[in-house]
């Protein structure tokens, strides 16, 4: 599976006609997906079962506000009775470093692949071990990416959990995955949000949308520096501070 990513995700390209065409058309398939799970490319997933090596479709609390964020597990600690996963949040990455970097790993382990996508079910699939934290970090920092690895609390030291919704994806639906961009269904979730909000919470939120808008606005497919300030922005989505 997968044995020239890069010829296969331009071929993709080439039938949807734009990079940014072929994202919105593999993100909405996604999250078609994630609202009829089938169980051999998507299922829902308890948080506390999510695995180091596997991709998901998490929904995350920052603070009272809840995003979707396509990641790549890569480890899992209890700090100080938080339980935290390490993982890269696959919207903060340029598509094309995305589609070079995969290209890679696919083809460094393709008998690993080929196993894993005969695989019938979703849970049947093993985790890609070597893709750990120390793998990916060194590969992000050679280009200077490492911000895109991100610690989401799955359980806070009060026993609650800070990932509402959790999605294992399958290696068959890497594509869709790996090229998530859920900036646009984030908009529509908050906005029905703030109708329930009052006071300083709804004019925060206000200011959130708005912020966040003009992010989506100022789009630039392949620069590195857009996608920090998209990753570097994850603080201001916060509905309120800690």
């Known amino acids: 599976m997968y044995k020239d ?3 296969y995700m331009y071929g993709v390209i080439g039938l949807h006609g734009t990079i940014t065409k ?8 996604l999250v078609m997906l994630r609202q009829k799970p089938n169980l051999t490319e998507i299922m829902e997933i308890e948080p506390n079962k999510l695995v180091p090596g596997r991709f998901y479709l998490i929904q995350y609390n920052f ?32 598509p094309k470093f995305k589609i070079a970097l995969f290209d890679k790993i696919f083809k460094a382990s393709k ?15 093993q985790p890609i071990k070597f893709l ?24 806070d030291f009060q026993g609650k959990y800070k990932i509402k919704k959790s999605y294992l994806c399958s290696i068959k639906i890497a594509p ?17 949000m703030q109708k329930s909000l009052a006071g300083q919470e709804q004019i925060r939120m206000s200011q959130i949308i708005e912020e966040y808008g003009k992010l989506i606005e ?19 989505l916060k509905l309120f501070q800690d």
């Not at 899992?76 to 390490?86: G, R, T």
């Open 63 to 94: 603070n009272g506000n809840y995003i979707w964020c396509p990641i790549l597990a890569l480890e899992y600690k209890v700090v100080k009775n938080n339980h935290i996963l390490y993982a890269v949040n696959l919207e903060y990455l340029p």
């Open 176 to 192: 869709e995955i790996i090229f998530a961009d859920m900036k646009r269904h984030n908009t529509k979730n908050m906005i029905e």
């Open 111 to 125: 008998n690993f692949f080929d196993k894993v996508s005969q695989s019938k079910f979703v849970r049947e699939e």
């Open 22 to 29: 072929m994202i919105k058309d593999l993100t909405d398939k």
């Open 5 to 7: 990513f890069e010829g």
């Open 218 to 236: 100022s789009y630039q497919e392949d620069s590195i520096e857009y996608h920090k300030k998209l990753a570097l922005f994850r603080d201001k």
């Open 132 to 155: 750990n934290f120390e793998f990916m970090y060194k590969s992000l920092k050679q280009n200077k990416m490492e911000w895109a690895i991100t610690a989401y609390t799955i359980k």
